[in-house]
């Protein structure tokens, strides 16, 4: 059972990085010369197209339908549970009610927001911190979009309120009394949330005011620590699948738009800059430098039996990360050493499936890893 499953889970991910060759079709099939457009173009059309497509305008309520869909962990195979943002746990609840671990999964149904075992609907771009504050509950908006409401454990939810996000490492937790970092696992899915709040609601809800770093030199309302988060934490099958759902006007709770920074990490890099994040369409975004970057690359032997992996690659590599399949990062190397010439080495492996994404000037690549 073990090894079907893991086939299976190769499979899927195979799967989804070939549909992720290029723009999701049709939704983008209206933009064309992608590479043509400057940053603030780009920015500038991303903005209409997210804006023109948003055609159902969720009630606070059907976000509660909407989520009990879209935020499904998609490891549970009984479609019983859902994923809930900050959490690192997956302790049954009503066993440890006091854990504050326990709020990695919960029922789908245990929604209300009254109990330490419930879970309920975070405003992950927090109301107090947009201008005007977001509603909650009245005109379908901001406050209603459900792009950037998660589920979350209760306790949790409280527990950041509205502090501004904050780099940090690990689990989720308080940085200072005024800053929360969403964890390890969630940092990715954070950034391009407020990429997409930004683009949707422009000075409603800049990132400068949501989160604490350094503006960049383009553009004063976007900080630099969204984009590194956005470039360090790859798109999970979770936020594709959140992705999906809304943008399909054929389902019931849709809203008809989809978050373009999910469909392409690197559409944040091409407008704001900063490090460079995954860019699933290299057909569209394709330079000489990222094709011989991914050409260059060979990652050996894979799969590995000695716990160790060797790359190989004719440029000269910035950072290499490697990540589990829940997504989190279990190495981190900047400015790796080479062992010999043009050859990295990674150590300390336990046996699974990573993802190993490799950066350097000029793009970035991902490769697969099986660690027997």
């Given at each position: 059972?073990?090894?079907?499953?893991?086939?299976?889970?190769l499979?899927?991910i195979?799967?989804?990085?070939?549909?992720?060759g290029?723009?999701?079709?049709?939704?983008?099939d209206?933009?064309?010369?992608?590479?043509?457009?400057?940053?603030?173009?780009?920015?500038?059309?991303?903005?209409?197209?997210?804006?023109?497509?948003?055609?159902?305008?969720?009630?606070?309520?059907?976000?509660?339908?909407?989520?009990?869909?879209?935020?499904?962990?998609?490891?549970?195979i009984?479609?019983?549970?859902?994923?809930?943002?900050?959490?690192?746990?997956?302790?049954?609840?009503?066993?440890?009610?006091?854990?504050?671990?326990?709020?990695?999964?919960?029922n789908?149904?245990?929604?209300?927001?009254?109990?330490?075992?419930?879970?309920?609907r975070?405003?992950?771009?927090?109301k107090?911190?947009?201008s005007?504050?977001?509603?909650?509950?009245g005109?379908?908006?901001?406050?209603?979009?459900?792009?950037?409401?998660r589920?979350?454990?209760?306790?949790?939810?409280?527990?950041?309120?509205?502090?501004?996000?904050?780099?940090?490492?690990?689990?989720?937790?308080?940085?200072?009394?005024?800053?929360?970092?969403?964890?390890?696992?969630?940092?990715?899915?954070?950034?391009?949330?407020?990429?997409?709040?930004?683009?949707?609601?422009?000075?409603?809800?800049?990132?400068?005011?949501?989160?604490?770093?350094?503006?960049?030199?383009?553009d004063?309302?976007m900080?630099?620590?969204?984009?590194?988060?956005?470039a360090?934490?790859?798109?999970?099958?979770?936020?594709?699948?959140?992705?999906?759902?809304?943008?399909?006007?054929?389902?019931t709770?849709?809203?008809?738009?989809?978050?373009?920074?999910?469909?392409?990490?690197y559409?944040?890099?091409?407008?704001?800059?900063?490090?460079?994040?995954?860019?699933?369409?290299?057909?569209?975004?394709?330079?000489?430098e990222?094709?011989?970057?991914?050409?260059?690359?060979?990652?050996?032997?894979?799969?590995?039996?000695?716990?160790?992996?060797?790359?190989?690659?004719?440029?000269?590599?910035k950072?290499?990360?490697?990540?589990n399949?829940?997504?989190?990062?279990?190495?981190?190397?900047?400015n790796?050493?080479?062992?010999?010439?043009?050859?990295?080495?990674?150590?300390?492996?336990?046996s699974?499936?990573?993802?190993?994404?490799?950066?350097?000037?000029y793009?970035?690549?991902?490769k697969?890893?099986?660690v027997?």
């Open positions: 059972m073990k090894n079907k499953f893991t086939l299976l889970l499979l899927s195979a799967l989804n990085y070939a549909q992720n290029a723009p999701a079709s049709p939704y983008y209206d933009i064309s010369n992608w590479n043509s457009l400057s940053a603030s173009a780009l920015k500038s059309t991303l903005e209409t197209k997210i804006a023109n497509t948003h055609t159902n305008y969720l009630t606070y309520s059907e976000v509660w339908d909407a989520t009990q869909v879209t935020d499904l962990d998609p490891n549970d009984t479609n019983s549970n859902v994923l809930l943002l900050y959490g690192f746990s997956s302790n049954t609840c009503p066993s440890s009610p006091t854990d504050d671990n326990d709020h990695r999964t919960r789908k149904f245990s929604n209300g927001g009254g109990t330490s075992c419930e879970w309920n975070e405003h992950v771009y927090a107090a911190l947009a005007p504050p977001l509603d909650q509950g005109s379908s908006d901001a406050g209603e979009d459900a792009h950037h409401l589920a979350s454990d209760v306790d949790r939810n409280n527990d950041r309120s509205s502090e501004k996000f904050a780099a940090g490492s690990g689990n989720s937790g308080d940085i200072t009394s005024t800053t929360w970092y969403p964890g390890d696992e969630w940092k990715g899915d954070v950034a391009r949330m407020m990429m997409y709040m930004y683009l949707r609601y422009g000075s409603q809800c800049l990132p400068i005011n949501v989160g604490v770093g350094n503006p960049v030199a383009s004063a309302n900080i630099d620590l969204f984009l590194q988060w956005n360090d934490d790859p798109v999970s099958q979770y936020e594709d699948n959140r992705n999906t759902y809304h943008g399909n006007t054929s389902n709770y849709a809203q008809g738009n989809r978050n373009p920074f999910i469909d392409n990490p559409l944040a890099t091409v407008i704001w800059g900063g490090p460079v994040a995954e860019n699933r369409w290299p057909t569209v975004f394709l330079s000489a990222n094709f011989d970057l991914l050409a260059s690359v060979n990652v050996y032997p894979n799969p590995t039996i000695n716990n160790t992996v060797y790359i190989s690659s004719s440029t000269s590599l950072d290499i990360i490697i990540y399949i829940n997504g989190q990062i279990v190495q981190e190397i900047k790796p050493n080479t062992i010999s010439n043009e050859t990295y080495q990674v150590t300390n492996l336990n699974g499936f990573y993802m190993v994404k490799l950066s350097s000037d793009g970035a690549t991902t697969k890893i099986v027997n």
